[in-house]
């Protein structure tokens, strides 16, 4: 500590700002909830990242879920390396995507996918499905839910409960969102009453299956279950965008946690992150009868250079096969381990927290009293506990989301040697968040 030296990233960060906007691809890599230079990293292996000033860190951030198996896993390297030597692209079938395919439909709720290369591509082609299905064009999402950047689902509420959509960023036509209905998480009440109003002009609900774009905020429950039933009552459909929590909550996703124990289906789903190995790769699926609606099958069209890339649904491919039940059972008692390390440091520093989790997926919501369960509950959180204690965390090596309202993974190299880098941390980044919630420096 004291001699973490980040001089490579600052420079590197300097010409990345001439060059692109903010300096990055992807705006909350910018560091600017929790200041700081971004490290810019140079090698991954296990649950360790390397930045380019030969800093080490332990990784909590998994490259935002992908990498379940930790970094540079042996078989998916040799597998993805194997793959490019036998060519990159071809434009044409191939076997690779048809393995990933039944994999993926081996163990989810869908009978049939669309693979793409991204999970905004995946939610916004199951949203034109949705609509080309059912002849509807309204849809319903959730405050605090995060579908990717498809302009129709960057939208938020209006002032009244249920109200149509306004854009959430400049750039969106405020007839793109007028169609998009905004409730609040968990509140079955107003998606009766959106419905009750708007019913028969719905196409389908879209959610996701656990929310981890707020922080972790778990469905009460049933609350899917009752998604599924008021859609199925009106004629409308229910995606459920396992981008994040698919394979990752659990094996099949976070499916497997409840519409698999209580005898219900999503009508679509989506898929991306961990189906990818850390490649572009993504996907959408569901019912058989829906799903033949697409392109060549059927009229909604829908198509992709890079879809099914033999590379990326390699590597995806390899990553689930490795995907076992016992490493799923590993992930979770590894995520307890972490969830308990954080809680008694916090609550031995006298920081006011909640942990909230959804099978192997936490995240820490600060300074809250009670569970939240829902965006405005989230955005309750004392984000300058956070930035304190993420700042004193990066300093001694531990990388942790750069955000409060980000869910925490670990991967399967998440071993004894990480959790004591974890553990030996914590104290020192504990009472610096208790500092800044008494607002002292
Ligand atoms: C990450 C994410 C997306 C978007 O996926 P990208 O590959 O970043 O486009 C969509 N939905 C959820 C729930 C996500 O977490």
Redesign the pocket.
């Known amino acids: 500590m004291g001699g973490v030296s980040t001089e490579r990233s600052a420079a590197l960060f300097d010409r990345a700002r001439r060059v692109s906007p903010g300096g990055v691809n992807s705006p909350v890599r910018a560091f600017k909830a929790v200041g700081g230079t971004p490290r810019f990293m140079e090698q991954g292996e296990g649950a360790w990242l390397t930045d380019v000033d030969g800093n080490r860190y332990v990784d909590f951030v998994g490259s935002?879920?992908p990498m379940l198996l930790g970094h540079a896993h042996p078989a998916v390297i040799d597998a993805v390396q194997q793959a490019v030597s036998r060519g990159t692209s071809f434009g044409t079938p191939a076997e690779p995507e048809v393995r990933l395919a039944e994999a993926i439909v081996d163990r989810t709720s869908a009978e049939e996918v669309r693979l793409v290369s991204?999970?905004?591509?995946a939610?916004m082609s199951a949203l034109r499905l949705a609509r080309g299905f059912t002849g509807r064009d309204r849809v319903v999402k959730f405050a605090g839910c995060?579908?990717?950047?498809v302009d129709a689902l960057l939208a938020e509420a209006g002032s009244g409960i249920v109200t149509l959509g306004i854009p959430g960023t400049p750039g969106v036509p405020a007839h793109v969102t007028a169609d998009t209905i905004v409730l609040p998480y968990n509140d079955v009440a107003a998606v009766e009453a959106a419905f009750a109003e708007y019913g028969q002009d719905i196409a389908c609900i879209i959610t996701?299956a656990a929310p981890?774009?707020m922080g972790l905020v778990p469905p009460l429950p049933g609350f899917n279950a009752a998604l599924s039933r008021i859609a199925h009552e009106h004629g409308a459909l229910l995606i459920s965008?396992e981008?994040?929590t698919g394979f990752r909550a659990a094996r099949s996703g976070h499916w497997e946690l409840d519409g698999k124990v209580e005898g219900w289906a999503p009508d679509l789903v989506?898929f991306?992150?961990v189906m990818g190995g850390g490649f572009p790769a993504?996907a959408f699926g569901g019912r058989r009868e829906i799903m033949e609606q697409l392109a060549p099958a059927g009229p909604v069209y829908q198509a992709g250079t890079l879809s099914g890339n033999p590379v990326a649904t390699t590597a995806g491919l390899t990553t689930l096969e490795l995907a076992t039940p016992e490493l799923y059972e590993n992930l979770l008692a590894t995520s307890h381990e972490v969830r308990r390390l954080v809680s008694d440091a916090l609550t031995a520093a006298g920081v006011t927290h909640q942990i909230q989790a959804a099978g192997t997926m936490f995240s820490v919501m600060w300074g809250v009293e009670d569970a939240v369960t829902d965006f405005a509950g989230a955005q309750r959180q004392d984000t300058a506990a956070f930035a304190a204690f993420f700042t004193s965390m990066l300093d001694q090596g531990v990388y942790l989301p750069p955000s409060a309202f980000e869910t925490w993974f670990v991967s399967a190299a998440h071993d004894e040697e990480a959790l004591s880098t974890l553990a030996a941390a914590l104290p020192t980044a504990a009472a610096a968040a208790a500092r800044a919630v008494d607002g002292r420096p």
């Open positions: 935002w879920g991204s999970g905004t591509e939610t995060y579908h990717g950047h996701e981890g774009n965008d981008v994040m989506t991306g992150k993504a």
